[in-house]
């Protein structure tokens, strides 16, 4: 039978080690190598090893064995103090660092997780734009019936198709009414996507569906009333940046369920500690990228311009957001 010191070791060990491992990667390299989630998680181990260490000196100390623990936290404890209290902030967070690394970082870290997000919304869509092109009475199941009814409106009073085609930017499809829509709707749901994250993420995974239903099934209208090339064209280009940003908010919803159903070595209130500061990044990029976005929609989509000239900005766009997702410190670059 194991010792009681033993059972304890074994309980709390992994928490040790990470710890441990946290403390070496920073000495070894630089402490900038540690993200902003690992820095947070050095707090939280670091309290607990340390509350793990009063317990072993109360409880084990008597025995040779108990010594040898107590002397090897004593030891951890000590490697990692200057890593907690030291005189410096590890990373310190201005908004152009911020702006410029931290949230690109942030977002390199949980693709996973975002992508994950990006799926819980973009399947659906897919599965409603053939739902409604194959049915179109279907439609009011996934578009509010005043949406039909504008689409259905500028299709009456021009259809255009094929490329190059002159876009009337008059139309209903850019009226204030739908631009306002569209804007509150995202913020919305980014918002609503991270909250709800605390429902073990299934109130994020609905909210995504039911916006991907929406996007796919208008999509729909708009190809079976033969406006889909001008459809595109007025969403494309800030509708790029809005998907990534609903993707981006529910991939931190998702990461905050992650902490409440899967903790790992962490406690689940301090899992959600550290969870809640990386969703915190994340959803400060978003609405970075909502704001950029709602310009674009504001200054650049009314513009008289062609189709293709609308189609190419958003390509352009595009890229733009993948080049500025890549941009990393110098430091980190030498690391990897």
């Known amino acids: 039978m194991p010792s009681n010191a033993e059972r304890f070791v074994t309980t709390h060990r992994e928490s040790w080690q990470r710890l441990d491992f946290l403390v070496k990667k920073a000495k070894n390299s630089s402490v900038h190598l540690l993200n902003n989630a690992e820095i947070e998680e050095v707090g939280v181990l670091y309290r607990r090893v340390a509350a793990d260490l009063a317990r072993a000196q109360t409880r084990y ?49 949980q693709w996973r997780t975002i992508a994950l997000a990006a799926v819980f919304m973009m399947l659906p869509a897919l599965l409603s734009y053939i739902a409604v ?11 509010p019936d005043g949406a039909i009814a504008e689409v259905q409106r500028r299709a009456d009073t021009q259809s255009t198709t094929g490329w190059g085609a002159n876009t009337d930017f008059q139309g209903i499809l850019v009226s204030p009414a739908v631009s306002s829509f569209i804007m509150t709707n995202n ?15 299934i109130g994020t995974a609905l ?19 033969h406006v889909d090339l001008l459809f595109w064209a007025v969403i ?29 070595a962490l406690l689940r209130r301090d899992a959600l500690r550290v969870a809640g500061k990386e969703a915190m990044y994340l959803l400060c990029g978003v609405f970075l990228l909502l704001v950029i976005a709602g310009l674009i929609e504001g200054f650049i989509t009314p513009l008289p311009f062609p189709a293709y000239s609308k189609l190419s900005f958003a390509a352009l766009t595009a890229i733009g957001l993948v080049a500025y997702l890549r941009i990393r410190k110098k430091d980190d670059l030498a690391a990897t």
């Open 236 to 264: 494309l280009p800030h509708g790029v940046l809005e998907l990534t940003a609903i993707s981006i908010a529910g991939g931190a919803g998702l990461l905050l369920a992650q902490a409440i159903v899967a903790p790992g």
């Open 187 to 201: 913020i919305r749901v980014s918002i609503g996507a991270v909250a709800l994250g605390v429902t073990m993420g």
């Open 61 to 109: 100390a008597s025995t040779s064995t108990g010594r040898e623990l107590v002397r090897s936290l004593n030891n951890l404890l000590l490697n990692a103090h200057t890593l907690v209290h030291g005189g410096a902030p590890a990373r310190p967070v201005h908004a152009w660092n911020f702006v410029l690394y931290e949230f690109p970082a942030a977002f390199r870290r």
């Open 207 to 225: 909210m995504l569906i039911f916006n991907g239903m929406m996007l796919g099934g208008l999509s729909a209208v708009a190809t079976n009333f």
């Open 133 to 143: 092109r194959a049915n179109p009475s279907s439609a009011p199941l996934f578009v």
